[in-house]
Each structure stands twice: as C-alpha cells, then as structure tokens.
C-alpha cells in the first residue's frame, strides 16, 4: 500500500474527503517527526510506539572493495507495534 491508496482507505472508512484524510495524515506524518526530532517518544495505545535510538560509530566492510570504512554515528526510528495492532495481523 502507498501513500494514495492509504488515503484512499482512510478516506472510505472514516468518512472523510480524500482531501481531509491526505492533510490528517499529512499532519501526522509531520507531528511525529517533530517530536521524534525532540527525542520525544510517542505512545498509541493499541497501534505502537514510535522512539528514536542512536547507532554508535562504528567500522565496516566494503563487501565490493574489502576496505574498511568508518560509519558515523546515526539516529533511527525504531517502531514497536502495539496488541491490537498485533492482533489484526495474527
């Protein structure tokens, strides 16, 4: 599923004009990582948890070359999805 098509489903279920489920979700998107970008962590009761962790710095192998290269340190998304969540899946 894409972008679209996620709005297209949102749209369909909740009612709303493809253009009010586009600028919800765009709003989501955006809020979320405002706050991820405060190393804030956000918390959906049901659907999951969004937190930011760094990677450390660390050496790694050019599989093509065999050189070693160092890779700075980076910060990642992680996501942990929630039961209910969870569960539509099972």
Do not use: C, W, Y
Not at 13 to 30: N, P, W, Y
Not at 35 to 57: H, M, Y
Request: hydrophobic content about 40%; cysteine-free; aromatic content about 4%.
């Amino acid at each position: 599923m894409n972008k679209t098509q996620l709005v297209d489903a949102v749209a369909l279920e909740s009612g709303l004009t493809k253009v009010d489920a586009r600028k919800a979700i765009d709003a989501f998107i955006k809020t979320t990582g405002e706050q991820l970008k405060q190393d804030e962590k956000i918390a959906l009761v049901g659907f999951g948890t969004f937190s930011v962790t760094e990677r450390p710095a660390h050496l790694a192998r050019n599989p093509r070359t065999g050189l070693k290269i160092e890779v700075e340190k980076k910060k990642i998304i992680k996501f942990k999805a929630g039961s209910e969540l969870s569960d539509e899946v099972q």
